[in-house]
C-alpha cells in the first residue's frame, strides 16, 4: 500500500475509534432537553457585548498561540539547528532527550508574545491578578517541568525507534496510557503545589454541607481542598482532581468568597457527580482505547514530515522533532472528538448536582453569575463549542435547568 494511503487511512481510523469510543462511553442519563432559553433573559446588552468583545478576541489569540507552534516544529522539521543535530557517536538516547527538551522550550517561547497579549486583555477586564513577573515565573517553571517530562519522552521514543521499528508506536501507545495514570495520580501531589498552596477546607458550615451531600450522595470524595487561585484571577470554579488515594475536590477560593452557601453547595454536587460516576477514570479508560490508534496515525504522519521511515531509523534521536510536530496536529483532532464525551460528562455532573440538591433556580443564578465573573460568552459560535468546548455552552447549562425544573 502507497505511504499516503496509509497515513490517509491511519489517520481516519484514529477519528473512527475516537469517535466510536465516545459513543461507547457516553453518558444516557444527562437530564432533559435544555429548553429554549435567549441570553437576552439573563443578560443585558451590555454584558453580552462585553462578553463577545473579549473572547472573540481571546479565541484568535488561542488560534495565533497554535499556529506559532506549529511553525515552530515545522521550522525545526524542516531547518533543525545545530542542537538537534545529534552528533555522530553521540549516544542517541541521550541525544533524544536533549533535542526533546530543547524542542519542548522553543515551543514555549514562540507564542508567548501573543500569549502576552491575550494576558493583557485579560488584565484590563479585571479577570487577571497575577503580577507580570510573577507570570514569568510560571512560565519559567511551567516549561523547565515540561522540558523535563519531554527529555524522558525523547529518551524512550528513541530507545522505542531502535528496538521496536516501525511498531515503535504500540510502546509509545503505552507509555502514553502509562504516563497520564502516572501524572493524574502524582500531580495533585507533586506538581499542582508548585504553583498553589492547597489548604484542606476548615471545618464550619461549608464543610459540613460539603461532608452531608457526599453522605446522601454515597461517595468518597477523600479531602475537600481550597486552592488560591486569587493571586492569578477573579474567576471562579471547582475541580476533582488524583486518583485512589490522591483523589480530592478542589474548590477556588474565589468560589467561596463570592458566591452564596447554596451556589456553592451545588457546584459541590456537581464535583460530588463526577466522583459518583468515577469520570476520572472513564477519560483513562477512554485514551486506552484511542490511543494505539492516535500513535499509529502520529507515526505515520512523523514518517512523512522527517523524509522517511529510513531516515528515523538510521537517526532516531533527529526524528523528535517530526514527531513532536505529528503529535502536535494529531492530538487537537482527537482531542475535538473526546470534548463531545466531556460536555455530556459535564451535563449529567449538573443533572447530578440536580437530583442532590433539588434547587434548579440556584443552578440558573449561578450559571448567570459565573459567566458574569469569568467573562464568559453564554451562547459562542457552534465550531467553537464543537472543537474546543469541554463544557456545555451557559445557555444550554441554564436551559437544562428550566427543564429540570418544568419536571422534564
Do not use: C
Not at 443578560?43 to 495565533?64: K, M
Not at 457526599?214 to 486518583?243: M, Q
Not at 499509529?296 to 522533532?321: C, F, I, N, Q, Y
Amino acid at each position: 500500500m502507497p505511504q499516503r494511503l496509509r497515513l490517509i487511512g491511519a489517520l481516519l481510523a484514529a477519528v473512527v475509534v475516537a469517535q466510536a469510543a465516545v459513543e461507547l462511553m457516553r453518558p444516557r442519563d444527562t437530564g432533559p432537553r435544555p429548553a429554549s432559553v435567549s441570553a437576552r433573559a439573563y443578560f443585558t446588552e451590555r454584558q453580552i457585548d462585553r462578553a463577545e468583545a473579549f473572547r472573540g478576541p481571546q479565541l484568535a489569540v488561542y488560534g495565533a498561540t497554535v499556529l506559532l507552534e506549529l511553525a515552530a516544529l515545522a521550522l525545526l522539521v524542516r531547518r533543525p539547528p545545530r542542537w538537534a543535530r545529534p552528533r555522530a557517536g553521540r549516544r542517541p538516547v541521550l541525544a533524544g532527550a536533549a533535542i526533546a527538551a530543547g524542542v519542548t522550550l522553543v515551543v514555549t517561547l514562540a507564542p508567548l508574545p501573543v500569549q502576552a497579549i491575550g494576558r493583557q486583555r485579560a488584565i484590563d477586564v479585571g479577570l487577571t491578578t497575577r503580577s507580570w513577573p510573577g507570570w514569568g515565573y510560571d512560565v519559567a517553571l511551567g516549561a523547565l517541568i515540561a522540558a523535563g517530562l519531554a527529555a524522558l519522552g525523547g529518551a524512550l521514543l528513541v530507545l522505542a525507534l531502535r528496538r521496536l521499528g516501525r511498531r515503535w508506536w504500540l510502546a509509545g501507545a503505552a507509555v502514553v496510557v502509562g504516563f497520564a495514570l502516572a501524572i493524574t495520580y502524582l500531580s495533585p501531589i507533586l506538581l499542582e503545589p508548585r504553583f498553589n498552596s492547597f489548604t484542606p477546607l476548615p471545618a464550619g458550615e461549608t464543610r459540613s454541607a460539603v461532608l452531608e451531600l457526599a453522605r446522601r450522595a454515597e461517595v468518597e470524595v477523600g479531602e475537600v481542598f481550597v486552592i488560591d487561585a486569587s493571586k492569578r484571577t477573579t474567576g471562579a470554579n471547582a475541580y476533582v482532581a488524583g486518583l485512589g488515594t490522591t483523589k480530592r475536590v478542589v474548590l477556588y477560593d474565589t468560589l467561596l468568597e463570592d458566591f452564596t452557601p447554596a451556589e456553592v453547595r451545588l457546584v459541590v454536587a456537581h464535583e460530588l457527580g463526577h466522583v459518583r460516576f468515577s469520570d476520572v477514570p472513564r477519560g483513562l479508560l477512554w485514551l486506552a482505547l484511542v490511543a494505539p490508534f492516535g500513535m499509529l496515525a502520529a507515526a505515520r504522519l512523523a514518517e512523512r514530515l522527517g523524509s522517511g521511515w529510513d531516515r528515523m531509523r538510521e537517526r532516531p534521536a533527529a526524528a523528535v522533532p517530526a514527531v513532536a510536530l505529528a503529535l502536535a496536529i494529531v492530538v487537537p483532532v482527537v482531542t475535538s472528538v473526546s470534548n463531545g464525551l466531556s460536555r455530556d460528562v459535564e451535563a449529567r455532573a449538573d443533572r447530578y448536582s440536580l437530583d442532590l440538591t433539588r434547587e434548579p433556580e440556584t443552578l440558573v443564578a449561578f450559571q448567570r453569575r459565573i459567566a458574569l465573573q469569568n467573562v464568559t460568552d453564554p451562547d459562542p459560535p457552534g465550531w467553537a463549542t464543537v472543537l474546543l468546548g469541554t463544557h456545555p455552552p451557559v445557555l444550554e447549562r441554564i436551559g437544562a435547568a428550566v427543564a429540570y425544573g418544568r419536571g422534564g
